[in-house]
């Protein structure tokens, strides 16, 4: 049975895969909703909601199944997890958002972040693996959660995998000093995640800003660094990817699950030893787990599952659906109609 009305929190990084996809799997549990977007995703958000109640008013529905706050804001944010006729609320975002409706004293379904690490070892097809890889961590400028934030890779196989990485559209930068340069640009005063101006930005604009002039097919910025560097230990949510050398599979697997630091969101390997794909998988825990495949067939992308961007991992409903939205309730006849 669907909740009623649903109340959801929707991100700056996200506003449109968010909004269409929390939509259609609300209004498919028999929900209506009402979004409360990030003030600078504003005018997409109106752009949305607007359209998508146009094509339900085409199709039969009623008028405004879908909703949001006038002016969106922390207060506005507040009134509509306070308000009693929101029965559910569901929150897409950082570990802040997380928090604010899991003690809201409502049924909470929440999406926090994520730190994806990728594990290359040398049984893989390392050719396919650089290709997925590029692929997944460019895919929207990297700004989806589920998305390739480092790469572990053995060392016998690295140099291979960098050079076919630069083949599927990467620039690598080797310098140690344009690295630092680099990560002071876009990281923020406190080095503790990234510059907002930055999120989002392609590998073009961002390689311009320190003087680096690149085609229009570099869509990956990678470099070489330590596994404590800044780049590999901070979700950034743009197309600069970190690669870090292992010794083998063991300490690329052990490396990935510190990076990863317990968010329990989405991690991807790439090889062909079932016992190692095993090993890593059981060991992140994560929502979603892709072997031999780039970030998005997680979500249905030539995988399996289906496209969601609301990962619930704080709050255990994983890639939410339908289902998601909906109570479970059971209805009783004792005595009569009973045939045992």
Same mark, same amino acid.
């Given at each position: 049975c669907?909740?009623?009305?649903?109340?959801?929190?929707?991100?700056t990084?996200?506003?449109?895969?968010?909004?269409i996809?929390?939509?259609?799997?609300?209004i498919?549990?028999g929900?209506?909703?009402?979004f409360?977007p990030?003030?600078?995703?504003?005018?997409?958000?109106?752009?949305l909601v607007q359209?998508?109640?146009?094509a339900l008013?085409e199709?039969g529905?009623?008028?405004n199944?879908i909703?949001?706050?006038?002016e969106?804001?922390?207060?506005a944010?507040?009134?509509?997890?306070?308000n009693?006729?929101?029965?559910?609320?569901?929150a897409?975002?950082?570990?802040?958002?997380?928090?604010?409706?899991?003690?809201s004293?409502?049924? &909470?379904?929440g /999406?926090?972040?994520? $730190?994806p690490?990728?594990?290359v070892?040398e049984t893989?097809? @390392?050719e #396919?693996?650089? !290709?997925?890889?590029?692929?997944g961590?460019?895919f929207?400028?990297?700004?989806?959660?589920?998305?390739?934030?480092?790469?572990?890779?053995v060392?016998?196989?690295f140099?291979?995998?960098r050079?076919?990485m630069?083949?599927?559209?990467?620039?690598e930068?080797?310098?140690?000093?344009?690295?630092?340069?680099l990560?002071?640009?876009?990281?923020?005063?406190k080095?503790t995640g990234?510059?907002v101006?930055?999120?989002?930005k392609?590998?073009?604009?961002?390689l311009?800003?320190i003087g680096?002039?690149?085609?229009?097919?570099?869509?990956?910025?990678?470099?070489?660094?330590?596994?404590?560097?800044?780049?590999?230990?901070t979700?950034?949510?743009?197309?600069?990817?970190?690669?870090?050398?292992c010794?083998?599979?063991d300490?690329?697997?052990?490396? &990935?699950?510190? /990076?990863?630091?317990g $968010?329990?969101?989405?991690?991807?390997?790439?090889?062909?030893n @079932?016992? #190692?794909?095993? !090993?890593?998988?059981?060991?992140?825990?994560?929502?979603?787990f892709?072997?031999n495949g780039?970030?998005?067939?997680?979500?249905?992308?030539g995988?399996q599952?289906?496209?969601?961007?609301?990962?619930?991992?704080p709050t255990?409903?994983g890639?939410?659906s339908?289902k998601?939205?909906?109570?479970?309730r059971e209805?009783?006849l004792?005595?009569?109609?009973?045939?045992?």
């Amino acid at each position: 049975c669907p909740f009623g009305v649903i109340g959801a929190i929707t991100p700056t990084t996200n506003p449109t895969e968010t909004i269409i996809n929390n939509s259609i799997c609300m209004i498919a549990g028999g929900n209506t909703v009402v979004f409360s977007p990030h003030p600078r995703a504003k005018k997409t958000s109106i752009f949305l909601v607007q359209l998508l109640n146009k094509a339900l008013y085409e199709a039969g529905a009623p008028l405004n199944l879908i909703t949001m706050v006038r002016e969106p804001s922390i207060e506005a944010t507040d009134e509509m997890i306070s308000n009693p006729k929101v029965r559910l609320v569901v929150a897409t975002g950082g570990p802040g958002i997380v928090k604010k409706v899991l003690s809201s004293g409502k049924k &909470a379904i929440g /999406a926090g972040p994520g $730190n994806p690490p990728v594990v290359v070892d040398e049984t893989a097809n @390392i050719e #396919k693996a650089a !290709k997925d890889i590029v692929d997944g961590s460019s895919f929207d400028n990297n700004v989806p959660c589920i998305a390739e934030k480092e790469v572990f890779a053995v060392d016998s196989i690295f140099d291979y995998l960098r050079i076919n990485m630069k083949g599927a559209g990467a620039y690598e930068i080797t310098d140690t000093d344009t690295i630092e340069r680099l990560w002071k640009l876009v990281a923020n005063e406190k080095g503790t995640g990234p510059k907002v101006e930055f999120v989002g930005k392609s590998a073009k604009y961002i390689l311009h800003q320190i003087g680096i002039e690149v085609e229009d097919t570099k869509k990956l910025i990678i470099m070489e660094v330590a596994k404590d560097h800044p780049f590999v230990q901070t979700e950034m949510l743009m197309p600069i990817l970190p690669l870090v050398r292992c010794d083998n599979v063991d300490q690329a697997i052990e490396w &990935a699950y510190e /990076a990863e630091h317990g $968010n329990r969101h989405s991690a991807m390997m790439h090889s062909t030893n @079932i016992a #190692k794909l095993s !090993k890593m998988a059981k060991l992140m825990e994560t929502t979603i787990f892709v072997k031999n495949g780039p970030s998005y067939a997680g979500l249905g992308i030539g995988g399996q599952g289906y496209p969601t961007f609301t990962i619930a991992g704080p709050t255990g409903e994983g890639l939410t659906s339908p289902k998601s939205f909906c109570r479970l309730r059971e209805c009783v006849l004792k005595d009569m109609f009973n045939i045992r």
